[in-house]
């Protein structure tokens, strides 16, 4: 059954330091905005509660509300930092550094492991490559000079159809 599955799209992605350090720094930037304006509006709203609370007499509830914002803050600091040097870590562990990418009808191979397209957590388009989340966390990166069969503009409409809600183009500022 696979061998006469046509490939549609094959890419060949180099990975070396300075791409794994281009999709860390994009994907730790990534949502850093809207994680910051998030904490910042739970932190006010939790500031609120305390204060209202001490000033009620309430000493315990608003001793606990303070204690809720430090660990809040603690924990949303702490999070984006462990994130970053797990990213980190996985990349700079992957030992092999040419990747060949079969894009098929219902599915793609990163080298000969099989993957569906539903498997993907989410598709992100930059300028220079697609990047295929597998989880929160993890992605593979397909370099856009990287086709040997097809074209970039071609898999981008390609990929959006088949990952439609998971798919986004996102501008770099790098």
Same mark, same amino acid.
């Given at each position: 059954?696979? $061998?006469?599955? &046509? ?5 060949? +992605?180099? #990975?070396?330091?300075?791409? !794994?350090?281009? =999709?860390? %720094? ?60 797990? $990213?980190?870590? &996985? ?5 092999? +550094?040419? #990747?060949?990418?079969?894009? !098929?009808?219902? =599915?793609? %191979? ?65």
């Amino acid at each position: 059954m696979e $061998t006469n599955m &046509k490939i549609l799209f094959k890419n060949v +992605t180099r #990975y070396d330091s300075k791409s !794994y350090n281009k =999709f860390v %720094k994009f994907h730790n930037e990534k949502y850093s905005d809207k994680y910051f304006f998030v904490t910042i509006v739970f932190c006010i709203l939790l500031l609120y509660c305390s204060i209202l609370n001490l000033k009620n007499k309430n000493i315990m509830l608003g001793l606990c509300f303070i204690a809720v914002i430090l660990i809040f803050i603690f924990v949303r600091f702490y999070l984006p930092i462990k994130r970053y040097k797990n $990213t980190s870590k &996985k990349y700079e562990n992957n030992q092999k +550094t040419l #990747y060949t990418f079969s894009f !098929y009808q219902y =599915f793609f %191979k990163i080298d000969n492991q099989r993957k569906y397209y539903l498997e993907l957590y989410k598709v992100i388009e930059t300028n220079d490559y697609f990047y295929l989340y597998f989880n929160e966390d993890y992605a593979a990166l397909v370099s856009k000079n990287g086709f040997k069969l097809g074209d970039s503009k071609e898999f981008s409409k390609f990929i959006k159809k088949k990952c439609f809600l998971k798919y986004q183009r996102n501008s770099e500022k790098l």
